[in-house]
């Protein structure tokens, strides 16, 4: 199983909804990321997480608010996101932080728009 | 801090042609030079990757190559077919141990059957 699995694919709010987009991997890795994307742009780094801990958090709003329960999965909750907000997340994850941690491998992606 | 900068954005050849795409990275210190393939509607994937002490990488029809003195890195494709239509980006990781890649800014690839 070499896949990372993103739930909803899709995914409409308002501005004062709170949601949560869902990551999971079983490939054994200890490295997950969240990522964002906008239309013809490179995905953007927003959090990583080594071993179920936040190692990284690339001065995200805190209306993000990234969740790790475990090696497996991973959360990103929203709450009160703008329109700019709008844009594809991707979930990733690799065996290890590093550039000797291995492929990074990404999920599909949830399309978010806000309302 | 790093950057990297990628050419052309925009690529159309005829199928059976090359395609060469073309990174420029700033911090000297990074190591490792992945580059993926993202189709429409899908999550990026790796296709090939190099790090800083091999000059060349050669993977069936894909084959990279880093120059660290020019701090540059190409990817090339030989002979290519419709289905490599897709936008692709290089990255460069800090020699750091941390998860930060840095991407370009991606080049749509067009192959024209």
């Known amino acids: 199983d070499t896949e990372v699995t993103q739930t909803p694919k899709h995914l409409v709010m308002g501005m004062t909804n709170k949601k949560s987009l869902k990551c999971e991997q079983h490939?054994?890795?200890?490295?997950m990321y969240w990522y964002k994307q906008k239309a013809k742009k490179p995905p953007e780094l927003m959090f990583v997480y080594s071993y179920e801990k936040l190692s990284i958090n690339e001065s995200v709003p805190s209306r993000f608010s990234p969740e790790c329960p475990n090696s497996s999965l991973l959360n990103l909750h929203l709450h009160a996101l703008q329109p700019e907000d709008s844009a594809l997340y991707l979930c990733?994850?690799?065996?290890?932080?590093?550039?000797?941690?291995?492929?990074?491998?990404f999920g599909e992606g949830s399309r978010l728009t806000v309302l | 801090g790093e950057n990297v900068e990628q050419h052309p954005s925009t690529l159309s050849v005829q199928e059976g042609d090359s395609a060469v795409i073309k990174c420029t990275y700033s911090d000297s210190a990074s190591n490792y030079f992945p580059w993926y393939k993202q189709e429409l509607g899908k999550g990026p994937q790796l296709i090939i990757d190099?790090?800083?002490?091999?000059g060349e990488k050669k993977d069936q029809r894909i084959a990279v190559t880093l120059n660290k003195t020019a701090k540059h890195f190409s990817l090339h494709i030989t002979e290519t077919q419709p289905e490599d239509s897709a936008v692709y980006f290089c990255a460069a990781h800090l020699s750091s141990n941390t998860g930060k890649l840095i991407f370009g800014q991606g080049t749509t690839l067009q192959v024209k059957p």
């Open positions: 990733a994850s690799s065996l290890m932080t590093g550039p000797l941690g291995g492929e990074l491998f």
């Open positions: 490939m054994g890795h200890r490295a």
């Open positions: 190099i790090r800083s002490n091999v």
